[in-house]
């Protein structure tokens, strides 16, 4: 399949191919395997993850740092927040995305209102944390609500509210900004998709009668459907290790404790932990990159 | 098109039109007010909301005006030749009200000088009328420096890390004590370690190599699995792109290890390192489909030509990959631009844009002014380089997607 000049020494592909080989040896497969060997560690690194058990308390032997990222109070509070974000989040995106996608597609403004939507993608986590911490900013000393928000509530005639440190709805305003985040990302994807539909069909249907209602959700939808699972997935993905947000806005405080976050506070007090919190992140996120490849790939073969 | 099936499909489509200004409106508003606020002195950010700057504020002491001296004097005090109240060496002889009063109680042409309406009879009150309305005339004067609305000062606040009571600039000027024992006042204070000038340079140092290197390494082994023959192509191609899954979070302790028993903890070159690494599983991927995709007989004539391998990479395949290498270099440059948790990790002493923004953070929310100076530079490259190569940007972000 290759032309057959292309035949040379032994030596010479191995060249081209030893600095990509040699960083990624060291810098991806080594910290794969060192990662997993010290998630069976204790604290110090040195002994084995057993000598954290306690007398008469339930000890998973080697395996205890793992009884600490699936069963600690800490460490289910983050699963379960993370959960959250799983179910509320990613729907949250994915739709938004879709209606940016299928609004902008009938205007004349196309390329300005996608740039806008887009434009979070842009700019850093940290950033965005930043802007969103100001409109979520109380005022809480008696002086002029400065947030955005506080300040609508108050002209409205409410209270103001502690957007970020109040536990019933913290969770949900650092969503919101995982939305603002994203939702053009999916909305730039779900538009290829959109665009690449074949017009006759679309044209053929609407001869036919079929209001747009119904060619939205009888034609549109099963077609585009690879691709909103893509979409689905990669988001799935961003989600389980999202970290830069709550750790910008929250430090994971008031109950907003993500996986990531747990991970990162506990890198220095207690590698063991935090390396077996690591493991557990890319144990449950194989599957759905794997899944990703494989679609990617299908997608692909059929262009 | 008939104007009138024009307009018809204008209004048909107006609920669409609205929905879609609606949400592009809210989805802009919060980094405007970002933007707004940054520009804005630190007492007016703490003394109302950054939308009130469309509102036209008051002066103080404007409306007295108004209601006494507008009539005559014009509503920029100019109206009158013979008594210009804009001129300052006029207003100057006015410091205070009971200096002005006993102009206004005398009768000009044998008319009192206020009567519709007439200032109060009692003095005391007439002078509290008054003293607002004096302010005012410094201001309408130019005599008093009106407090600018919109300030630049935010941003060198926020360039040199100054956290002092009042700004850098001022405090400068003042030569203000604890200002001068952190910062000499001049241009070597760009240099701060605290400051988001260095942060900058910081940044641009990290980014530029941890594009250029993966980028490089990726086209030469792309190379090599596309036109080359060797034994066990295909599964080292399958490893390496496999390799995408690994998440950033699973190589950073061992590396961190690494790099202080090799004593290049928080270096540059390890922080170069570390990116190249984790950004060459992807970058290998996207080059090997473009590289491969080039056109067969162009190899095979410069083969024939008696040109190497080397010299087809060079001249041929680097030059005709540019498309791919420009969405590659921008994706992974925006990538380690906006990084944070690689950059707090490796590189602890030379803060990047990012950490530097975090350090700047006040849990009580007191420093608005310079946080959003601050988060709005690290915003500048990452804007430049969005608007101008969207096409890219975004083709890049595409196929990186499935990236772990």
């Known amino acids: 399949m290759l032309p057959t000049i292309t035949r040379q020494g032994r030596l010479i592909p191995w060249l081209y191919l030893a600095p990509a080989l040699v960083i990624m040896l060291i810098f991806v497969v080594f910290p794969v395997f060192n990662t997993i060997s010290l998630s069976l560690k204790d604290k110090t690194s040195t002994r084995s993850a057993e000598v ?48 940016f996608a299928l609004l902008a597609d009938r205007v004349p403004y196309e390329s300005l209102a996608k740039s806008i939507i887009f434009m979070p993608m842009a700019i850093s986590f940290v950033g965005a944390g930043v802007i969103w911490r100001f409109v979520y900013h109380i005022e809480s000393g008696g002086g002029e609500q400065i947030g955005l928000l506080n300040a609508l509530l108050v002209r409205l005639g409410a209270s103001p509210v502690a957007f970020l440190s109040n536990p019933a709805i913290n969770n949900y305003a650092l969503m919101v900004v995982g939305v603002w985040l994203w939702a053009g990302f999916c909305m730039t994807v779900l538009s290829a998709a959109i665009k690449g539909l074949p017009s006759e069909v679309l044209e053929a249907a609407r001869v036919d009668g079929t209001n747009e209602w119904q060619l939205f959700w009888r034609i549109m939808l099963p077609m585009i459907a690879p691709t909103l699972l893509v979409v689905t997935t990669t988001m799935v993905i961003n989600v389980l290790k999202i970290f830069d947000i709550v750790f910008v806005m929250t430090g994971g405080n008031f109950g907003t404790e993500v996986i990531a976050n747990r991970m990162f506070k506990l890198i220095v007090t207690d590698t063991g932990r935090s390396m077996a919190i690591a493991v557990l992140l890319i144990v449950l996120t194989i599957p759905l990159v794997l899944f990703n490849v494989y679609r990617f790939r299908l997608q692909e073969r059929e262009e | 098109m008939k104007p009138f099936s024009r307009l018809n499909h204008i209004l048909r489509n107006l609920p669409v039109h609205l929905a879609l200004i609606i949400m592009c409106l809210l989805w802009i508003l919060p980094t405007l007010g970002l933007f707004v606020t940054s520009f804005r002195s630190r007492e007016a950010v703490r003394a109302s909301g950054w939308w009130t700057i469309l509102q036209r504020e008051q002066q103080p002491g404007q409306a007295g005006y108004e209601t006494y001296c507008a009539s005559c004097h014009g509503p920029r005090g100019d109206a009158l030749a013979e008594a210009d109240l804009s001129d300052p060496a006029l207003i100057a002889k006015y410091p205070r009200a009971n200096r002005l009063l006993p102009v206004l109680k005398q009768e000009i042409n044998g008319m009192p000088h206020l009567s519709d309406p007439a200032l109060p009879e009692n003095p005391k009150d007439a002078l509290d009328t008054l003293t607002p309305i004096v302010t005012y005339l410094q201001t309408l004067s130019g005599e008093s420096d009106q407090t600018a609305r919109l300030t630049l000062r935010n941003y060198a606040d926020a360039l040199v890390g100054y956290k002092g009571t009042q700004d850098y600039i001022t405090d400068c000027q003042q030569g203000t004590a604890s200002a001068l024992a952190k910062f000499r006042c001049d241009a070597s204070d760009l240099l701060n370690p605290e400051g988001m000038g260095r942060a900058f340079i910081n940044t641009l140092i990290v980014a530029i190599p941890s594009t250029i290197l993966p980028v490089f390494f990726a086209a030469l082994a792309a190379y090599a699995f596309a036109w080359m023959d060797f034994k066990g192509r295909q599964w080292l191609f399958a490893i390496l792109v496999g390799l995408q899954i690994v998440p950033l979070q699973m190589t950073l302790v061992p590396i961190a290890r690494l790099y202080v028993s090799l004593g290049m903890a928080d270096t540059f070159l390890g922080i170069w390192l570390f990116h190249t690494g984790f950004g060459l599983p992807y970058a290998i991927y996207l080059m090997r489909n473009f590289i491969g995709g080039l056109p067969r007989e162009m190899f095979e004539s410069a083969y024939i030509d008696g040109a190497n391998h080397w010299l087809v990479f060079l001249r041929m395949v680097l030059p005709l990959s540019l498309p791919a290498i420009a969405s590659l270099g921008i994706f992974q440059f925006l990538w380690v631009w906006n990084d944070f948790l690689v950059a707090k990790v490796f590189l602890a002493t030379h803060p990047v844009l990012t950490v530097q923004v975090t350090n700047l953070i006040d ?11 601050a988060a709005f530079l690290s915003f500048i490259i990452p804007m430049i380089v969005f608007f101008a190569f969207q096409r890219y940007f975004v083709r890049g972000l595409l196929a990186g997607s499935v990236k772990g």
């Open chain 1, 52 to 99: 954290s058990c306690v007398a008469g308390e339930p000890c998973w032997g080697k395996l205890e740092n793992y009884r600490y990222a699936l069963t600690n109070p800490e460490m289910t509070q983050a699963l379960r927040n993370n959960a959250r974000w799983l179910i509320l989040m990613v729907p949250g995106t994915v739709i938004v995305g879709l209606l």
């Open chain 2, 363 to 373: 849990p009580r929310g007191g420093n608005w002014h310079i946080l959003t100076g």
